[in-house]
């Protein structure tokens, strides 16, 4: 079974502009949640995804948002970006909401310059 | 403040020795992960904890939760260079919307 996978792997942006990520969980996992890796902060929550609804969000500006697709992949958008956006950006996936067990993709390492 | 704090930050030792890793909090968990991570690649999940006192072997790798379930450790036996990574606790807290909470990590060099 393959697992979750991420798109682009790298990607350098520019203050100011948006950036979307894109993340395709295991074949019938149904939750997507999203994840911010910093050397500083460590492994934020972001928000989590299930049927197509945010069932959960962690502590991040509004310039943070994602959504779900109905055969659950999952995308996520930065607007206006900033300098301290630059992170490695994990997406995971899980069989149900509710399931504690998560599965990471690799990763999107986000440069902002 | 982190929830969950982990210690130690850093540690390297020699192939053969053993280690423990230990992650902390003042709050109880419904839960508890170990994942390790590796330089450009996502976390891999070793063992869920679940229950108070429980403990749970994975070959040289053996995992407690504490009793009261606000605490975790994480023990390798004769560590190989293999083992090296990242290592994160993450813990579901009671009581609230399913999110996990990471500990800081644990960076381990298994040198050989």
């Known amino acids: 079974k393959a697992g979750v996978t991420q798109t682009p792997r790298y990607l350098i942006k520019t203050r100011g502009q948006q950036v979307t990520l894109s993340c395709s969980p295991i074949?019938?996992?149904?939750?997507v949640s999203w994840y911010q890796q910093t050397p500083g902060q460590g492994l934020q929550f972001l928000f989590e995804?299930?049927?197509?609804?945010?069932?959960n969000k962690g502590n991040f500006p509004g310039r943070f948002s994602g959504r779900q697709f109905s055969n659950s992949r999952s995308e996520m958008n930065v607007s206006t970006l900033e300098l301290g956006d630059s992170a490695l950006y994990l997406c995971?996936?899980?069989?149900?909401?509710?399931?504690?067990?998560?599965?990471f993709g690799p990763g999107t390492r986000l440069t902002v310059t | 403040t982190q929830l969950l704090e982990q210690s130690p930050q850093f540690l390297s030792i020699q192939e053969g020795e053993n280690l423990t890793v230990y992650c902390n909090s003042s709050?109880?968990?419904?839960?508890l992960q170990w994942y390790r991570q590796e330089p450009g690649e996502g976390p891999v999940l070793l063992v869920t904890?679940?229950?108070?006192?429980e403990v749970k072997k994975l070959k040289r790798l053996t995992f407690q939760f504490g009793d009261a379930r606000k605490d975790s450790s994480l023990h390798i036996t004769a560590a190989q260079p293999g083992d090296t990574g990242l290592y994160l606790c993450?813990?579901?807290?009671?009581?609230?919307?399913?999110?996990?909470?990471f500990g800081s990590g644990t960076q381990l060099t298994v040198l050989p």
């Open positions: 995971a996936s899980s069989l149900l909401i509710g399931q504690y067990e998560q599965y």
């Open positions: 074949s019938g996992h149904r939750s």
């Open positions: 995804y299930f049927s197509e609804t945010q069932r």
């Open positions: 709050s109880v968990f419904s839960s």
């Open positions: 904890v679940v229950t108070g006192g």
């Open positions: 993450a813990g579901a807290r009671e009581g609230s919307a399913r999110q996990l909470t």
